[in-house]
């Protein structure tokens, strides 16, 4: 995700990848601050960190749904 967000932000990646990162970074989007994944069935899909997944798993497992 890293690699997709710096390419898209500044252009920059290495002279061998920038084929492949042309062609990844197409199904990809900035909307403010935030980087989606655009799909052709379903929604914009939010791109998260790490910390982020680690939040939602534990919020989903012991949290606002209890334990589903």
């Given amino acids: ?3 997709i967000q710096r390419f898209l ?3 920059e990646c290495e002279e061998k ?3 492949m990162m042309r ?3 197409a199904r ?3 909307i403010g601050r935030y980087l989606y ?3 052709y069935a379903w929604p914009l899909l939010k791109c998260i960190s ?4 680690v939040y939602i798993m534990d919020e989903i ?5 209890n334990i589903h």
Avoid at 61 to 65: I, L, R, T
């Fill in 28 to 30: 990809f989007v900035f």
């Fill in 9 to 11: 932000e500044s252009g």
């Fill in 17 to 19: 990848e920038e084929k």
């Fill in 50 to 53: 790490k910390d982020e997944v």
């Fill in 61 to 65: 497992h012991e949290g606002v749904c």
């Fill in 23 to 25: 062609e990844k970074s």
């Fill in 1 to 3: 995700m890293t690699y």
């Fill in 37 to 39: 994944r655009r799909g």
